[in-house]
């Protein structure tokens, strides 16, 4: 997803870049959120998941890693934004947070979407819990 904002901290002049969103940012995540709210028991899978410093929304960003937490202040604070909102259902503010976070990403981070590449939601990430209560162990 591409939009564009005006630019003026670098020049006088107006600009246009390209932002990043969080479809590309954290794919599976960007799908989860649009989602809200979930019943049990996906609800305890996706916080468990979001109290995962490496499969939470900012981990997912990273390439599902946890390396932020000593490298970026701003980032791990998002990361306890986006549990604590989620647990508390708070939507509002989990969508302020979605929208700060995809800001301070591309302000800060963009460079780490370009290098992971092209990637699709994690299809087995809920491949054992699904809605009609089935089990099925991941191939
Ligand atoms: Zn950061």
């Not at 989602?35 to 410093?53: C, E, F, R, S």
Request: glycine share 4%; proline share 4%; with cysteine.
């Amino acid at each position: 997803m591409y939009v564009t904002i005006a630019k003026t901290s670098n020049s006088p002049m107006l600009s246009e870049v390209k932002v990043i969103g969080l479809d590309m940012i954290s794919p599976t995540w960007s799908r989860r959120l649009c989602m809200l709210p979930v019943q049990l028991p996906t609800k305890i899978k996706w916080y468990l998941d979001l109290h995962d410093k490496g499969r939470c929304v900012v981990g997912e960003a990273y390439g599902m890693s946890s390396k932020y937490v000593d490298d970026c202040h701003e980032c791990n604070k998002f990361s306890l934004d986006f549990e604590s909102h989620f647990i508390q259902n708070k939507f509002a503010h989990l969508e302020r947070t979605k929208e700060l976070f995809i800001q301070h990403w591309n302000e800060r981070h963009s460079d780490i979407t370009t290098s992971l590449g092209n990637r699709e939601p994690l299809r087995w990430y809920d491949s054992f819990l699904r809605f009609d209560d089935h089990i099925q162990t991941s191939k």
